[in-house]
């Protein structure tokens, strides 16, 4: 199983490791020390010797920061995790705190009044050093130094080294060298003789490899130094390369352990070009002439090239499969069931490929109440037995080596009520419009987040989260730069894969999400039009449960839209799937 | 007549007035300098003797400016001008430039190279001119200077001083006592002494008066100095106030000429705030402890009272009466008949209620190829016949005392073509998406404009401009913050007025737009939800042609709309006109 269920939370050891740490700061004569949850990568995903927010507080979220002072010590979580925070942390002696409401340099300014503030400069950013320094000032600094949490982490895990594997062109549809001699042409036309990349899915991108040193998203933890005649310095543990692994990468790509990265970086002549906004402040601190460079891997990453986009296009009919055997098997009789178990039941679906190698996030399985709470995961305490005539919500998705999938399908265990009805027509309303959407060139997520919510607006309902994230070619299931949301500011481009997930959660009684991955397509003449237009291609062949649908609520083209929908998820997934599931998908996919 | 038809350039005079500026300039030891068609209000709509761009170039456009040099002379406008200007300007002496493609930053590197570049500070805000000089530096500096047009502009007209009319509580909702001790209080928590007004409608809003001294907006010219004990300081004109001014007035508010500013503004002490965007930078340079301080006026400006929304929905009947008796009078025959014939005559239907104290901008009033021209005034030049099977379009609004109105209304003189009643249709479902929008607390223009493009984006057809704009109450018919756009960021929020005005534009063939003002509601209750939700009221009640409408591209609530509305414009317009004018509009107002 690559999910697990227990609970990692241990409250009962916050105390003597805050009192360990309050030893420490007072020892390096700092009053307070900044904990993120996040690593030098910034990434969503952390490696267990990563794990400082967990191992001092208990919090197991993915995001999220703690500050200490010798008389209190706050631990700042999102909407998210407002309630999972109190199960998790000791609160006698950790204050949760609300972000966005409460605010670290308020908090700090309260409570601190003056003095100085230590941050490890390897997980804060240029630009939120800046910010952070700017609210605080005069009276409170900050101040680099080691990591204070490393130092009295007993039995800390070692860095993960896992191998680094060549991702095969067929599936990168552009060799490294290629990418690479595009990027030093950039770095040329900048005036830079290099760039730092520190984001792992970058270099991945950049590299053509794959890796396993953290769960669910298949990258190497690396930094690279890319130079401006195309040359790399690729700085890992040497340990996780192979003879294959050098033979890809070719001579023009040496690994330089991470003891020789601070060496490297100083030796470095000529403008190299930093991204303020995600690289560790400490890599500018060492270069002799930095200068600002947004990470340039990050767009065409974003934009997918043909190959791609196909192998994304196989992935989605594999796991649509499973999706389909599984969402069978569900009508095969619910007694007994648990959350676990039916989570368990589709890995093992999606493993029964032999083409996955990992899922892409921890599945979010949801019955009645647990549905409602959007970034639910299942564990032994939270686990539900699955009930009659309630509404079961599942998003996942797996890791192939041709895509990164997701998928959430929300679906009636037994007879649904008038309310869960309305609710997820006005949800499938909402999802078909943007399904449906033309626009053109310059539109962003932003633009287009409020289609998806009309619906359920016109009656008065909403969701709290964004309507849409980027995602992955066999990398992170939620990648930038674009996402549709209010914050999405970045244009829609062509190949650009989106994930459509409008949902409507009812607190303590049901939850409704329905999530396809969209493509977006090149811009296109439209008959009778003017302006080319994009729009978006669909990804996912999976049923939408149409018992849980008012077609009196579907406008005729929507209607239209849903069964033109099924009529190719029959096509595409009816040969792939047994001859039980076939008969289910026939009557699942049944126009309405 | 407010409106006039004259053609007012002369391109002759650019060649003579430009030389007589290149020699005040070398005279001066400038290399070049700036002409912006903005007055010291950064106004769309300037007095004659602040028309310094058109009396240089003769491009009389509402937005663009003019950088001249010893060896060439460049005329910048946006694409609403692009024929415009080449019409108006010599351009053997000036060169025309295309915002946004064209930098002024970038021209002037290109041609000047290095040297001074000299500006007027009253007509240039702070942030302008931070913006420009860091794209010249080092090579070209910034001179402030005295206004070399001025200096040699031969019979520049006066100030205008027209008188300042106290504008009665009844319309305005709350005494200006009332809205000066609140602002007040905003000064005392942001630790100010005072801030400095420049936009005459902000000033019109707090002091409630209105002035007459440029066309088509009620305000006055001045500036204000407002104190944090609620006192104002009133800069300008003696001459335009009277002693029922001084009475409304009252005690608090000073006048002072305004050649008393400079050492008002140097006397002042303690921190003044300033709006960096908008005010002068020579005001922030007059004084001893100046503050950023964005206009405090503009925001609850915007969001009128149930006074003001009573106000312009009582001028928007009125307003309303003569569109029907003007679109009746429309349909009983063209013959002979042009664009300035109907200007005229719809001006006459306003003029009918006595109540009419302007236009609020020159109509837009465009038959055929100038119905496809966004911004069309027409001219002496341009006037074309109304013809037989074409569009007409109208876009026009009045100046009330109790409120300013905008409404465009495309009609069809004949019969329509099946392209026509297409693109007709899809603007108008556009249109009426956004008239029956409900939505939350925080939206801004930027995440609802999409909702008024997708129908036309579904078949290949756009607009190239904006979706709505603000309008104030007896105000500029043009007003922020918020705006619907995908530039809108600010919040709609309760009490604002917004057009909502989609269009599509057939080039060398005819135009389409259909615009209705909104009121953002309060958010309210949905029934059967739980978040409330803003809505929007519409202010216009004007039939929509039906003659132009498909019904079957219409969805079913599309249509209901459509004939709820046209029935409550029988009801409400109907008693107030003629009885030729009843019986055309019951015809108009029947349902499709």
């Given at each position: 199983?690559?999910?697990?269920?227990?609970?990692?939370?241990?409250?009962?050891?916050?105390?003597?490791?805050?009192?360990?740490?309050?030893?420490?700061?007072?020892?390096?004569?700092?009053?307070?020390?900044?904990?993120?949850?996040?690593?030098?990568?910034?990434?969503?995903?952390?490696?267990?010797?990563?794990?400082?927010?967990?191992?001092?507080?208990?919090?197991?979220?993915?995001?999220?920061?703690?500050?200490?002072?010798?008389?209190?010590?706050?631990?700042?979580?999102?909407?998210?995790?407002?309630?999972?925070?109190?199960?998790?942390?000791?609160?006698?002696?950790?204050?949760?705190?609300?972000?966005?409401?409460?605010?670290?340099?308020?908090?700090?300014?309260?409570?601190?009044?003056?003095?100085?503030?230590?941050?490890?400069?390897?997980?804060?950013?240029?630009?939120?050093?800046?910010?952070?320094?700017?609210?605080?000032?005069?009276?409170?600094?900050?101040?680099?130094?080691?990591?204070?949490?490393?130092?009295?982490?007993?039995?800390?895990?070692?860095?993960?080294?896992?191998?680094?594997?060549?991702?095969?062109?067929?599936?990168?549809?552009?060799?490294?060298?290629?990418?690479?001699?595009?990027?030093?042409?950039?770095?040329?036309?900048?005036?830079?003789?290099?760039?730092?990349?520190?984001?792992?899915?970058?270099?991945?991108?950049?590299?053509?490899?794959?890796?396993?040193?953290?769960?669910?998203?298949?990258?190497?933890?690396?930094?690279?130094?890319?130079?401006?005649?195309?040359?790399?310095?690729?700085?890992?543990?040497?340990?996780?390369?192979?003879?294959?692994?050098?033979?890809?990468?070719?001579?023009?790509?040496t690994i330089i352990p991470p003891d020789g990265f601070a060496a490297t970086l100083q030796a470095l002549t000529g403008k190299v070009g930093v991204d303020r906004a995600t690289a560790p402040i400490w890599v500018s601190q060492q270069l002799n002439s930095p200068a600002w460079f947004a990470d340039p891997c990050i767009l065409p990453k974003a934009c997918k090239n043909e190959a791609e986009l196909n192998g994304s296009r196989q992935a989605h009919l594999r796991d649509g499969a499973a999706m389909c055997e599984f969402l069978a098997w569900l009508e095969t009789g619910i007694e007994g069931l648990t959350e676990i178990d039916v989570v368990k039941k589709l890995e093992g679906f999606r493993r029964t490929s032999n083409a996955?190698?990992?899922?892409?996030?921890?599945?979010?399985?949801?019955?009645?109440?647990?549905?409602?709470?959007?970034?639910?995961?299942?564990?032994?305490?939270?686990?539900?037995?699955?009930?009659?005539?309630?509404?079961?919500?599942?998003?996942?998705?797996?890791?192939?080596?041709?895509?990164?999938?997701?998928?959430?399908?929300?679906?009636?265990?037994?007879?649904?009520?008038?309310?869960?009805?309305?609710?997820?027509?006005?949800?499938?309303?909402?999802?078909?419009?943007?399904?449906?959407?033309?626009?053109?060139?310059?539109?962003?997520?932003?633009?287009?987040?409020?289609?998806?919510?009309?619906?359920?607006?016109?009656?008065?309902?909403?969701?709290?989260?964004?309507?849409?994230?980027?995602?992955?070619?066999?990398?992170?299931?939620?990648?930038?730069?674009?996402?549709?949301?209010?914050?999405?500011?970045?244009?829609?481009?062509?190949?650009?894969?989106?994930?459509?997930?409008?949902?409507?959660?009812?607190?303590?009684?049901?939850?409704?999400?329905?999530?396809?991955?969209?493509?977006?397509?090149?811009?296109?003449?439209?008959?009778?039009?003017?302006?080319?237009?994009?729009?978006?291609?669909?990804?996912?062949?999976?049923?939408?449960?149409?018992?849980?649908?008012?077609?009196?609520?579907?406008?005729?083209?929507?209607?239209?839209?849903?069964?033109?929908?099924?009529?190719?998820?029959?096509?595409?997934?009816?040969?792939?799937?047994?001859?039980?599931?076939?008969?289910?998908?026939?009557?699942?996919?049944?126009?309405?």
């Amino acid at each position: 199983m690559y999910q697990n269920f227990t609970t990692p939370s241990s409250p009962h050891t916050g105390a003597p490791r805050l009192k360990a740490l309050r030893a420490a700061l007072k020892a390096a004569g700092l009053d307070s020390f900044l904990i993120p949850r996040v690593d030098a990568h910034q990434g969503e995903n952390v490696a267990p010797c990563d794990e400082r927010l967990a191992w001092l507080t208990g919090f197991t979220g993915s995001d999220g920061h703690c500050a200490v002072l010798q008389d209190i010590a706050g631990v700042f979580v999102d909407g998210r995790y407002t309630l999972q925070v109190r199960q998790q942390i000791d609160t006698d002696v950790f204050t949760p705190q609300a972000i966005p409401d409460d605010k670290l340099s308020a908090w700090l300014i309260k409570h601190l009044k003056s003095g100085t503030v230590g941050y490890d400069p390897m997980l804060h950013s240029h630009d939120a050093v800046s910010t952070l320094e700017a609210a605080l000032a005069p009276q409170i600094t900050l101040k680099q130094c080691a990591n204070m949490v490393d130092a009295v982490w007993q039995n800390r895990p070692a860095a993960p080294a896992a191998p680094i594997r060549p991702h095969p062109v067929e599936f990168a549809g552009k060799p490294s060298a290629e990418k690479r001699r595009e990027l030093a042409a950039k770095l040329v036309e900048a005036g830079l003789a290099a760039t730092i990349l520190t984001l792992p899915d970058s270099i991945a991108w950049l590299l053509n490899i794959r890796g396993s040193d953290i769960a669910h998203t298949p990258v190497p933890l690396a930094f690279a130094i890319v130079h401006d005649d195309a040359r790399v310095s690729l700085i890992t543990n040497p340990a996780k390369s192979s003879p294959a692994l050098a033979a890809h990468l070719g001579p023009d790509v040496t690994i330089i352990p991470p003891d020789g990265f601070a060496a490297t970086l100083q030796a470095l002549t000529g403008k190299v070009g930093v991204d303020r906004a995600t690289a560790p402040i400490w890599v500018s601190q060492q270069l002799n002439s930095p200068a600002w460079f947004a990470d340039p891997c990050i767009l065409p990453k974003a934009c997918k090239n043909e190959a791609e986009l196909n192998g994304s296009r196989q992935a989605h009919l594999r796991d649509g499969a499973a999706m389909c055997e599984f969402l069978a098997w569900l009508e095969t009789g619910i007694e007994g069931l648990t959350e676990i178990d039916v989570v368990k039941k589709l890995e093992g679906f999606r493993r029964t490929s032999n083409a996955l190698t990992d899922i892409s996030f921890d599945t979010i399985c949801g019955t009645g109440p647990n549905g409602a709470i959007v970034h639910y995961r299942v564990d032994e305490a939270s686990n539900r037995p699955i009930e009659n005539n309630t509404l079961l919500l599942v998003d996942s998705g797996g890791q192939y080596m041709d895509g990164t999938t997701d998928i959430t399908r929300t679906v009636i265990i037994g007879t649904p009520d008038a309310e869960m009805t309305r609710a997820f027509t006005l949800v499938l309303k909402g999802m078909i419009a943007l399904s449906k959407l033309r626009f053109p060139a310059g539109i962003a997520g932003a633009h287009i987040d409020s289609l998806a919510r009309a619906p359920l607006w016109a009656a008065g309902l909403d969701y709290k989260h964004g309507t849409g994230h980027g995602v992955g070619a066999y990398l992170s299931v939620h990648e930038g730069p674009a996402r549709i949301s209010r914050a999405g500011e970045v244009a829609l481009q062509t190949g650009m894969i989106l994930s459509n997930e409008p949902g409507y959660y009812r607190e303590g009684e049901w939850g409704i999400r329905i999530e396809n991955l969209l493509i977006v397509t090149p811009p296109k003449p439209v008959e009778g039009g003017e302006a080319p237009m994009h729009s978006f291609e669909t990804l996912n062949f999976v049923p939408i449960d149409t018992r849980l649908i008012d077609p009196a609520l579907l406008a005729k083209p929507e209607r239209q839209w849903l069964n033109d929908y099924h009529a190719e998820v029959l096509q595409k997934i009816g040969p792939l799937v047994e001859s039980a599931t076939f008969a289910w998908l026939k009557t699942a996919c049944a126009p309405v």
